[in-house]
């Protein structure tokens, strides 16, 4: 079991492979999740396995469907949120409290 998770799923994404996931009870587990809602695709991540294999067998069954998700994915993540690394550098110095928020400052970033 890979514990780069997000990272596939990003790569996955950006080759215009679209990806579903069923979040697990660990950080690996949850990664894929947390990139394809920032992705914009929500709806890829199963709430259970009955629903994960729905979403599986859908997209394989609906080919015009998945060209269409497969044609616009590499863009769609390039501009999500997920791509926008100076938002989540501020957002994750801004985590790190009154330190954080001075260097996000000094560095011009938003927040």
């Not at 990272?7 to 394809?36: K, N």
């Not at 100076?86 to 011009?108: H, M, Q, V, Y």
Request: proline share 6%.
């Amino acid at each position: 079991m890979a514990l780069l998770r997000g990272l596939t799923t990003c790569e996955a994404l950006l080759m215009g492979v679209p990806v579903i996931t069923y979040p697990g009870p660990s950080f690996a587990g949850r990664h894929s999740a947390t990139h394809l809602v920032n992705a914009g695709l929500a709806e890829l991540v199963a709430d259970s396995w009955e629903h994960y294999r729905s979403l599986a067998v859908g997209l394989a069954s609906d080919l015009d469907t998945l060209a269409t998700i497969r044609q616009g994915l590499r863009q769609q993540l390039k501009n999500s949120p997920v791509c926008d690394a100076p938002d989540l550098l501020a957002t994750s110095l801004s985590s790190c409290g009154p330190s954080g928020n001075a260097i996000a400052k000094a560095r011009s970033l938003p927040r």
